[in-house]
């Protein structure tokens, strides 16, 4: 059973860089799957930030692309993101999820990390 | 860029009462479409995917319907465990959720 966790810094200084990790166990991140990072401000909804395919291959969400990259290491099993240039607005708990490919050829989260709770503050 | 619209923003409901729950795409997304359910300081779970399959281990109280714009989750009778906010999903966007809370 694939689970993930997510690691990196809980606080992060304005003009910084945010920087987390996804770690995949249970599970090869070389699987036919895509990997997504999505955070939720407090008190909001779910934002979709980017994902990744094992490949290298990225889709960034276009309001934060200038700012965000995601790669991945094969030989850790994990995936990484990064946010630069972070303000207070980028507070938020931040999930990394398994983007499963559906029988219609479609892809869903059916497996998300616990969360993170990153604050942007100095 | 797709738009989801959830509607009501709140839906308060007795245990074993249905909830019907819509969600309004701004232009066609076939069946492609997710529901998900969050729990206060927990992921979100995926409930539904291609608009009317219920993922592992949902249980059959959960249906989902529509294609094309217009999607409705359906929780048949709530539980006790069902109270939480409720997202649909195409691909890359979510819509901005549905609370469902206790009357």
């Known amino acids: 059973q694939v689970q993930l966790q997510e690691s990196g810094p809980g606080l992060v200084k304005p003009s910084g860089t945010l920087s987390l990790t996804c770690a995949v166990s249970?599970?090869?991140?070389?699987?036919?799957?895509?990997w997504s990072w999505v955070r939720q401000p407090p008190g909001k909804g779910l934002e979709w930030i980017g994902e990744?395919?094992?490949?290298?291959?990225?889709n960034y969400n276009p309001s934060l692309k200038s700012r965000v990259t995601i790669s991945v290491d094969k030989s850790k099993n994990q995936f990484s993101l990064k946010l630069s240039s972070v303000t207070a607005a980028d507070t938020a708990v931040y999930y990394c999820?398994?983007?499963?490919?559906?029988?219609?050829?479609?892809?869903?989260?059916?497996?998300w990390g616990k969360g993170t709770t990153v604050t942007v503050s100095s | 860029e797709i738009v989801l619209t959830q509607s009501p923003a709140t839906l308060s409901l007795s245990p074993g009462e249905r909830a019907t729950l819509s969600c309004r795409a701004s232009q066609s997304v076939s069946s492609y479409l997710a529901w998900y359910q969050q729990k206060p300081g927990q992921a979100p779970r995926l409930l539904i995917y291609d608009a009317s399959n219920r993922a592992t281990g949902i249980p059959a109280r959960f249906s989902g319907s529509g294609s094309g714009t217009d999607f409705t989750l359906t929780i048949s009778s709530l539980e006790p465990e069902d109270f939480a906010v409720y997202y649909c999903q195409q691909r890359r966007t979510f819509g901005q959720g549905t609370k469902v809370e206790i009357k």
């Open positions: 990744i395919y094992h490949s290298g291959s990225t």
């Open positions: 249970g599970g090869s991140i070389s699987s036919s799957n895509w």
């Open positions: 999820a398994r983007d499963l490919e559906s029988e219609s050829y479609y892809y869903y989260m059916d497996v």
